[in-house]
Nanobody, 118 residues
Framework: VQLVESGGGLVQAGGARRLSCAAS????????MGWYRQAPGKQRELVAD???????NYADSVKGRYTISRDNAKNTVYLQMTSLKPEDTAIYYC?????????????WGQGTQVTVAS
């Protein structure tokens, strides 16, 4: 599966942005999809993920500010970001985790830059 992120850019602190992750195939049966981010000099970290039954999980740093959702009809996962802070600046990556016959495979998108100006 190929993943293409979009929606990144420059935003002022306190602002909002919505990221999209479009998959090249149906996401209906994909076990989980998530958003990760990597800031300069830091390790990639989980931001939020959503399972096939729409259960969600968030990093403590974004709880209450970010919302992950999925639209199976559009094969797309979204990340709505609000109350953005300069420390949210990072490259945001989409991940799809697929389990087939006991084998788990991860697929990453190319990333989209989000820069939050103070």
């Amino acid at each position: 599966v190929q993943l293409v992120e979009s929606g990144g850019g420059l935003v002022q602190a306190g602002g909002a942005r919505r990221l999209s992750c479009a998959a090249s195939r149906s996401i209906f049966s994909i076990n989980a999809m998530g958003w990760y981010r990597q800031a300069p000099g830091k390790q990639r970290e989980l931001v939020a993920d959503i399972t096939s039954d729409s259960s969600t999980n968030y990093a403590d740093s974004v709880k209450g500010r970010y919302t992950i959702s999925r639209d199976n009809a559009k094969n797309t996962v979204y990340l709505q970001m609000t109350s953005l802070k300069p420390e949210d600046t990072a490259i945001y990556y989409c991940l799809a985790t697929i389990e087939t016959m006991g084998v788990t495979s991860d697929y990453w998108g190319q990333g989209t830059q989000v820069t939050v100006a103070s």
